[in-house]
């Protein structure tokens, strides 16, 4: 079944602030966690992954953290802009297969 | 570089009707994944597929579905008599699993959206 749930289905924030979405995994054989994000009418991009060996990683913008021990994992989006409204999925998996959830919807107040 | 096509964009079938959606995967990527995606909801798992080869079906219903990625040509996931629970945008995805490592990154298509009136 599935074992990806995330926190929120859905966050304002207004633009400028900062964002923080927040997922949790259940299967601590997961090895790599991705970031995808999804804008209306669109399929899913990927935004960043990391590797059960790390416990942060950083992009343009965007920094996820990792905590094995609570198995739980963030996405935060410094300055966050109207263009990162969209629907963020954190799917976990290990050898080819990969489990999406719900998802959070973000949603950026001009 | 190409990346992952999808079509029709947009298909309306009528109930009983077959919905045949196509997937044309990144170059250099052998392995695809198909999902449903119903309104305002998640991304539900398929079918996982390598060249000739049907991986993980497991999410796959039991009856009038189907899915195929031959040699040569695109994926096909065919939906047989098609009823109005059936419409929904069906995204496929494209990995190249590199040997020795876990899963590598999907990467997406637009979707197919289809309609059953």
């Known amino acids: 079944g599935e074992n990806v749930g995330l926190h929120l289905p859905t966050l304002s924030v207004q633009e400028g602030d900062n964002s923080i979405i927040n997922c949790a995994y259940s299967?601590?054989?997961?090895?790599?966690f991705i970031w995808y994000k999804q804008e209306s009418g669109k399929g899913p991009q990927f935004i960043i992954d990391?590797?059960?060996?790390?416990d942060k990683r950083q992009g343009q913008r965007v920094t996820v953290l990792l905590n094995k021990t609570v198995k739980h994992l963030s996405l935060q989006i410094a300055a966050t802009q109207p263009g990162d409204s969209a629907v963020y999925f954190c799917p976990a998996g290990g050898y080819q297969k990969v489990t999406f959830g719900i998802g959070t919807k973000l949603q950026v107040i001009p | 570089n190409a990346g992952v096509m999808q079509n029709p964009r947009h298909l309306v079938r009528r109930r009983g009707q077959e919905a045949r959606l196509r997937c044309s995967p990144m170059k250099g990527h052998s392995h695809v994944y198909w999902y449903r995606q119903l309104p305002e909801e998640g991304l539900k798992f398929m079918v996982y597929?390598?060249?000739?080869?049907?991986?993980?079906e497991s999410g796959m219903p039991k009856e009038r579905f189907s899915a195929e990625f031959p040699k040569e040509g695109p994926s096909i996931l065919r939906i047989q008599q098609v009823v109005r629970g059936d419409s929904a945008a069906y995204f496929c995805?494209?990995?190249?699993?590199?040997?020795?490592?876990?899963?590598?990154?999907?990467?997406f298509g637009p979707g197919t959206r289809l309609t059953v009136l």
């Open positions: 995805a494209s990995t190249r699993v590199k040997r020795g490592e876990s899963t590598d990154t999907q990467y």
């Open positions: 299967n601590s054989a997961s090895d790599y």
């Open positions: 990391i590797r059960s060996n790390m």
């Open positions: 597929l390598q060249k000739e080869n049907i991986i993980d």
